[in-house]
Each structure stands twice: as C-alpha cells, then as structure tokens.
C-alpha cells in the first residue's frame, strides 16, 4: 500500500512542480562573474572596436583608392603602393626613420638602464631625480620642444652661445643640415629617458634579494654581478622596453615638425611626417594610408623579431 502512494506521488510531483521534462538553468557564482566583468570590459571593447580596429580597416581599404577627402574616391588597386618604388620622398623619409631608430632606441635604453642602477641604490634626494628624469616624458613634447627649437636657435639660442665660450661654432644649429638630424634625435632621447627609467626601476626591484646577497657570498663583484645576475634577469624588462622605444622611435613626429618641419633639404624628414604632410597638404589619403600601412608592417616585423630574440632569454625567478 505505501509503495503505491510513493508511485502515485512520484508521478504526479512533476506536473504540480511544473518541471516535467525541462531542465532547470542554475547562475553559479562564476557565471555572475563572467557577466559581471564582461559587462565592465565592453564599454572599453567598443571604444577600442570603433577608433582602432575600424580605424586600421578604413585605413586600409583606403589605402587601395585614390581618396583625397573630397568627392567619390575610385579603386585603384595596388597602384598607391606600387608607387612606393619610385618615391624618392618615401625612400628618404624611411632612412631616416631607420637611423632615427637605430640610434635614438640603444641609446635611450643604455642611459635608463645606467640611471636605474643609479637611482635604485639609498642616495640622498633621489626622490626628487627620479622625478626630475621621468618629468619630461609627461610634459607636453610640443610644448618642450618650441622651448629646445628656441634653444638651439642660431641667432639667439643659448646653447650655440654656451658652445662659443668653450670656442666651438655650431655654425646653424638647428638649421645646419649635418646638425639638425643629431639635435632631434638628442630631443627624443631626453624625452624617452625618463619612462624606460621608471621600467628598469621596476625590473630592479623586482629582483630576489637573496639571488644578490648568494652573489656577494661568492664574492661576485660589482661588474660580475650585473653581467651574470642582473642583466640575465633583466631580460623581461628590456624586451617590453625595447619594443617600446622601437615603437616611439618609428613614431617620431612632434619635435621634428615643431623644430625643423622635416628640413632642412629633407634631412630630418620621416615617415610619420611624410604621412602627414601627404595627407594633410596634399590631401592624397590614399597614398598616405598605403605609406601608413607600409609603416605598421615595418614596426610588426621588427617587435616579432625582439619578441623571438628576448623570448629565448626570458626568465622566471
């Protein structure tokens, strides 16, 4: 007799339940976060969705017509990059871009590297020199470089006057052709100093302290210690550094327009000024977008390069 009240109430549980044959969904906990941090990342996603990977596709596809920013643009195929070959500007602007690059990036790594092991070390008001070389890289470099353009004048500036003291003759400075190359590439240094400092700073003090007090024991000097245990340790910092400065280096603009516009005779032309001055003064979008394109596949294959070369050193500790 109870086995078949069981039965009975077995069999029609379901339907006053109103869960017959349907299954019921449970939010668990990790769900709720999943929406949760979705719901906080999609404002970001769409930004980044609309002014950079709309941007790079409108790019592009720009980058195949003839657009000028005015009227229907036609498709001319690969006639903008075809046209690559024959420019003597883009040539001229990619060298540049390339020494720029190849001195400007070791340079500023060697001195933030140098100032990082200086400053990580118990000196007096190193506070404050830490913040006086990462100022620059926060301070406008428009701003700053009218002030080394007004500087570096040959008329009025005061460092051709401090150089004629000492009976050196920078003859035009900024404006000399064999100079202003130099002058801009000292900017840039200045200006990206500071950052990668902070980063070194960083990859310093995130080194063991008991891997530095195992070296002393053994008697590793100063010299030793570095080349054998810091710098190997290091490897992560400098590879992010060094794409980093690769990145900045390519994209060199502000102080090359404000100080010498690409001049003189195109010596400090590069190609993010080229692009600049294609689109905006020739209204030629379309040729400066091939240019454009030309110059993120450059930087691609340069940071996967770094990333394979670093990533064969890369340590764990």
């Known amino acids: 007799m109870a086995t078949r009240v069981l039965k009975a109430e077995s069999r029609s549980s379901g339907p006053l339940n109103g869960t017959s044959g349907r299954k019921t969904w449970r939010v668990t906990s990790k769900t709720r976060q999943a929406f949760t941090a979705w719901m906080f990342i999609a404002p970001a996603g769409m930004v980044i969705a609309v ?33 690559l070959f024959t420019d003597v500007r883009f040539t001229n602007a990619l060298g540049n871009t390339l020494v ?42 428009g701003i700053s470089s009218m002030a080394w353009w007004a500087m570096l004048n040959p008329h009025a500036g005061i460092i051709p006057a401090w150089f004629e003291i000492v009976g050196l003759n920078l003859g035009n400075g900024i404006q000399d052709p064999a100079l202003a190359m130099p002058f801009v590439m000292m900017v840039g240094v200045w200006r990206d100093v500071g950052f990668f400092m902070v980063m070194y700073l960083g990859g310093l003090q995130s080194i063991p302290k008991e891997l530095k007090e195992s070296a002393q024991i053994d008697g590793a000097g100063p010299w030793r210690s570095f ?16 794409i980093m400065a690769l990145v900045f280096a390519f994209q060199a603009f502000d102080q090359i327009y404000i100080m010498t516009g690409g001049g003189p005779y195109f010596r400090t032309e590069t190609l993010v000024l080229y692009i600049f001055t294609t689109a905006v003064e020739r209204y030629e979008l379309g040729y400066a977008s091939a240019i454009s394109w030309v110059l993120v596949l450059l930087v691609f294959a ?15 500790y």
């Open 227 to 242: 080349w054998n245990l810091t710098w190997p340790l290091l490897s992560n910092t400098t590879m992010f550094v060094g």
């Open 100 to 141: 720029y690059s190849a001195v400007v990036v070791p340079v500023s790594i060697a001195i933030a590297l140098g100032l990082a092991l200086l400053l990580n070390r118990p000196l007096p008001f190193r506070g404050f020199f830490r913040v006086a070389v990462f100022m620059p890289f926060v301070t406008s470099l």
């Open 51 to 83: 002014f950079v990977f709309w941007t790079l596709f409108e790019s592009l596809r720009t980058s195949f017509t003839d657009d000028s920013g005015f009227g229907s643009a036609a498709w001319v195929g690969l006639e903008n990059y075809g046209r």
């Open 302 to 316: 340069v940071s996967l390069i770094q990333v394979g070369y670093f990533s064969k050193k890369a340590v764990q």
